[in-house]
């Protein structure tokens, strides 16, 4: 037999078959720790997660509380005192959105989110959604890792090193960052932690120059085909040296391995980023703009927001018909003025309006589109964000932080649509307070839906079995089929 590390040694030359002799017999398109055994039966192959930075407001987007405008500006009163995260509580503060019924059951979502009123009966929404603090940095991680402190891997990475990869030519694990930059903790949302350095997340900057940062050597008149091989194999012969000193350090094999997807990713990346064979109609969908990513974005505005959420959306349904299995999404960047994220303490209106219609257009053709190609079935897609916003005010016109009560939703993958857990009539704690949804409940079911127990996803670290979901979480039943 003609065996895969043959095929890769014969037919990547140059830097790939270079890197090759160092490279290891589970190079790309590896099998997980469960590809062979899964705990059962999936419905989903692949998650895309769509992560909103900076705290989206679920009182104006998904949760529709009507007591906020029947008492719009009358003080908030809950019936406790409440310690907030950047202020005092101010006044109640209507949605500056009307809300309007969508699909066969009238689920009430806002004019900024209007575009998902089309597949509204695809998603089910939980809206007792609970987090543990009000701090960015560590809501962030809460929902990108499971923990609310650094040195925890991503869900992505736990997802690739249990599943692996679908293809030998793209990474298992892509995150497609905000272009303006990266969110609160930057790369610890995608990093693997204690696990092998290899599941790490890929960072492709859609729009950019470089989206792939190091992909292709520099324009250079001494760099030639000759010399960079040369290069590669003095490269080869230091690696070789190296590894062989450190005997069970993965770091190195993790880099070799990067350098070695690299090459095929050199036609497999272009490819998937390259949208000139998508149809208009598929274009207008998406909400992509006639300047492309070259769009007018001085000040916040929809049609900017519109192009670079959608073209993020677009090109990860690309990838995943190319075979891969995470994809991280996001909207925003870390603080910064202006605001180029979800915290609107000063101005809801100035700062979510556009950030959602673009994120609803993109993420309503994203169900669409897969749905359409017979792919939602299998696709798992999760929304969320680090935490909702106060149903009172902040100054008059701002909304603080709000870790008490927010959102989530998930569409395909085996999920039905639907309403499942309630906020109380405020917006501002779970209605039902003793049985709240965590984090962990969101990836013990995104884990059960990919074939996962997520009690036996595990890893030793410090003498400890770590698992995504700590030592909770429960699978929402009710939602799953």
Known sequence: MFGRRQFLKSTFGGSAGIFAGLAFDDLVARDGQ???????????????????AGAASHIDLFDHKP???????QPWDPGETVELFQSTPGACLASPWKFRPYGEHGKPISDIVAPLGEVVDDIAFVHNMVGKTGVHSQGTLLQTTGFSFTGFPSAGSWVSYALGSETENLPSFIVLPDHRGLASNGAKNWAPAFLPAEYQGTQIRVGSDEPIANLTAPESTFITSVSERDGLRALHRLNSDFAEQRPGDD??????????????MQLSASDALNLADEPQYIRD????????????????????????????????????ERGVRFIQIWSGNDNGFPRRNWDSHENIKRDHEPLAMGMATGAAALIRDLKQRDMLKDTLILW??????????QGSEGRDHNPFVFTNWLCGGGIKGGTYGESDQWGFRPLDQSNPTQVYDIYATMLHQLGIDHTKLTVKNNGIDRRLTDVHGHVLRDMVS
Request: aromatic share 6%; net charge positive.
């Open 34 to 52: 469960l590809t062979q055994t899964l705990h059962h039966p999936p419905k989903a192959k692949r998650v895309v997660q769509l992560f909103m």
């Open 285 to 320: 969908m998406y909400g992509l703009s006639s300047e492309g990513p070259g769009v007018d974005d001085r000040t916040i505005n929809t049609k900017a927001e519109t192009e670079f959420f959608g073209r993020k959306c677009l090109i990860a349904r690309r990838l995943l």
């Open 384 to 393: 969320t964000t680090e935490f909702g916003r106060m149903p009172c005010s």
């Open 67 to 73: 007591i906020l405008e029947r008492h719009h500006g």
């Open 251 to 264: 770091r190195l094999k993790a880099r070799v391995q990067s350098y070695e997807l690299a090459a095929k």
